[in-house]
């Protein structure tokens, strides 16, 4: 069985391979805009500051898995193919959702509610640790010569379709019901109806072919010799997990936190924050396959370097101008510039951590790499940002976080692009 070549097939392989993504990011992006309606369901306490930091620690403990779900999945995926990989990830992640949606509250069965919660999370963030290398590699091995870039880049763009829906499906529910029954029960729906799509994502995942390239691979590793190569292959393994951090700190800066943001931090409505995360998550999907394009032509480093270098001067002061004067359209200008720089780097560098990585142990050397700069840095964003906010009394903090994110991708990016590793990048692009 082949891959196929007709540009409409492959238009069809790319929505079926992202479909996945679209799910995860869906009920990511839920978890962190009804935060505050999670906490008090399952977190209840005193102090809405600490069931807030419960409800983002349980959001965050779920990225720790990551790394497990890349090692173990991530061989799985590059021993067994990439399209039975792909259907295995997403059983899991279908499993994690189905359980957040249903689990009752604390005051109807106590302690049993946030274990389940947590548990949930736990399968999710398992998934997810190779949910992203998977499609990334797949799409990378399926692309037509000199276009992986813009091929690579639609991994991503599916998470900003999954923001867009998120956010349209949040704005509706606040329009038809009123605060007390969102806050009760309403909160629920959006999971109900990620529940009701997972059927449809395993009819079009399971259409998939395996990719050509896997097909030929004579060598396929088994967990040992995995670990083995990514033991040898360790700097690699690091330095892209420093690329990754510019995007994944970023990510959940512009999207999952920017609800919690404006309505904790600026004070604005639901109706505000929606609006300005539906925006963003439409500029990151214009951005991304743009920026991925540019770097078929121009290489990656290019924009790595000049995007990750603005997140490292700009992103601070852009939150301190913001919250200085916040409004609705200065909360949609800094966030579009954020989109911007997160956008045109991401773009660029998903690709080029799929040409980074050894070919043999390319599904969990990616893997691995993308889950541990998540589970350190991006997937704890939205507690960081948090608790940095309640230490310092700045509310420009989480702009600091985000710099520091930007220094890492602009010190990996100058490191990856000399030497041995610049070869390798040069081969797989050829």
Same mark, same amino acid.
């Given at each position: 069985?082949?891959?196929?070549?007709?540009?409409?097939?492959?238009?069809?392989?790319?929505?079926?391979?992202?479909?996945?993504?679209?799910?995860?990011?869906?009920?990511?992006?839920?978890?962190?805009?009804?935060?505050?309606?999670?906490?008090?369901?399952?977190?209840?306490?005193?102090?809405?500051?600490?069931?807030?930091?419960?409800?983002?620690?349980?959001?965050?403990?779920?990225?720790?898995?990551?790394?497990?779900?890349?090692?173990?999945?991530?061989?799985?995926?590059?021993?067994?193919?990439?399209?039975?990989?792909?259907?295995?990830?997403?059983?899991?992640?279908?499993?994690?959702?189905?359980?957040?949606?249903?689990?009752?509250?604390?005051?109807?069965?106590?302690?049993?509610?946030?274990?389940?919660?947590?548990?949930?999370?736990?399968?999710?963030?398992?998934?997810?640790?190779?949910?992203?290398?998977?499609?990334?590699?797949?799409?990378?091995?399926?692309?037509?010569?000199?276009?992986?870039?813009?091929?690579?880049?639609?991994?991503?763009?599916?998470?900003?379709?999954?923001?867009?829906?998120?956010?349209?499906?949040?704005?509706?529910?606040?329009?038809?019901?009123?605060?007390?029954?969102?806050?009760?029960?309403?909160?629920?729906?959006?999971?109900?109806?990620?529940?009701?799509?997972?059927?449809?994502?395993?009819?079009?995942?399971?259409?998939?072919?395996?990719?050509?390239?896997?097909?030929?691979?004579?060598?396929?590793?088994?967990?040992?010799?995995?670990?083995?190569? *990514? /033991?040898?292959?360790?700097?690699?393994?690091?330095?892209?997990? %420093? @690329?990754? +951090?510019?995007?994944?700190? $970023? =990510?959940?800066?512009?999207?999952?936190?920017?609800?919690?943001?404006?309505?904790?931090?600026?004070?604005?409505?639901?109706?505000?924050?929606?609006?300005?995360?539906?925006?963003?998550?439409?500029?990151?999907?214009?951005?991304?396959?743009?920026?991925?394009?540019?770097?078929?032509?121009?290489?990656?480093?290019?924009?790595?370097?000049?995007?990750?270098?603005?997140?490292?001067?700009?992103?601070?002061?852009? *939150? /301190?101008?913001?919250?200085?004067?916040?409004?609705?359209?200065? %909360? @949609?200008? +800094?966030?579009?510039?954020? $989109? =911007?720089?997160?956008?045109?780097?991401?773009?660029?560098?998903?690709?080029?951590?799929?040409?980074?990585?050894?070919?043999?142990?390319?599904?969990?050397?990616?893997?691995?790499?993308?889950?541990?700069?998540?589970?350190?840095?991006?997937?704890?964003?939205?507690?960081?940002?948090?608790?940095?906010?309640?230490?310092?009394?700045?509310?420009?903090?989480?702009?600091?976080?985000?710099?520091?994110?930007?220094?890492?991708?602009?010190?990996?990016?100058?490191?990856?692009?000399?030497?041995?590793?610049?070869?390798?990048?040069?081969?797989?692009?050829?």
């Amino acid at each position: 069985m082949t891959a196929p070549t007709h540009p409409r097939s492959k238009i069809a392989t790319v929505f079926r391979v992202t479909s996945g993504n679209f799910l995860e990011m869906f009920d990511f992006f839920l978890f962190g805009f009804y935060a505050t309606h999670i906490s008090r369901a399952f977190f209840p306490s005193g102090s809405e500051f600490a069931s807030l930091m419960l409800t983002f620690m349980t959001f965050g403990a779920g990225f720790l898995m990551r790394p497990l779900g890349a090692l173990f999945l991530g061989a799985y995926v590059d021993r067994i193919g990439r399209r039975q990989g792909l259907i295995v990830t997403l059983t899991i992640m279908a499993t994690g959702t189905i359980l957040i949606a249903f689990v009752p509250g604390y005051h109807t069965i106590g302690l049993a509610a946030p274990l389940l919660v947590l548990i949930g999370r736990l399968l999710q963030g398992f998934s997810a640790g190779v949910e992203l290398g998977g499609v990334s590699v797949y799409l990378s091995e399926m692309a037509p010569p000199g276009q992986k870039g813009f091929y690579v880049a639609w991994q991503s763009g599916s998470q900003q379709v999954a923001i867009m829906v998120s956010a349209v499906i949040g704005f509706t529910l606040s329009a038809l019901l009123v605060p007390a029954d969102l806050a009760a029960w309403g909160w629920r729906i959006p999971f109900f109806i990620g529940c009701l799509i997972v059927p449809f994502l395993f009819h079009i995942r399971r259409s998939l072919e395996e990719t050509e390239e896997f097909q030929r691979r004579t060598q396929r590793p088994s967990l040992p010799e995995v670990v083995q190569s *990514l /033991a040898q292959n360790w700097g690699i393994v690091v330095l892209g997990m %420093m @690329l990754v +951090v510019m995007t994944t700190v $970023s =990510f959940y800066a512009i999207t999952v936190y920017t609800p919690t943001f404006g309505k904790s931090v600026l004070k604005l409505s639901d109706v505000d924050s929606l609006t300005v995360t539906f925006c963003v998550g439409l500029a990151n999907f214009i951005w991304l396959p743009l920026a991925g394009a540019l770097s078929d032509r121009i290489g990656r480093k290019p924009l790595l370097l000049v995007f990750s270098g603005l997140t490292l001067l700009t992103a601070y002061p852009a *939150l /301190a101008w913001l919250v200085s004067a916040p409004s609705f359209l200065n %909360m @949609l200008l +800094v966030l579009l510039w954020l $989109s =911007f720089l997160y956008g045109c780097y991401n773009g660029a560098m998903v690709v080029a951590l799929t040409e980074i990585v050894p070919p043999a142990v390319r599904t969990a050397g990616f893997s691995l790499a993308y889950s541990l700069a998540t589970a350190l840095f991006g997937g704890f964003t939205p507690l960081v940002s948090t608790w940095l906010i309640q230490v310092t009394g700045n509310r420009a903090a989480p702009g600091m976080w985000m710099a520091f994110a930007g220094l890492c991708g602009l010190l990996a990016t100058m490191i990856v692009y000399r030497g041995p590793t610049a070869m390798r990048i040069q081969a797989a692009q050829s």
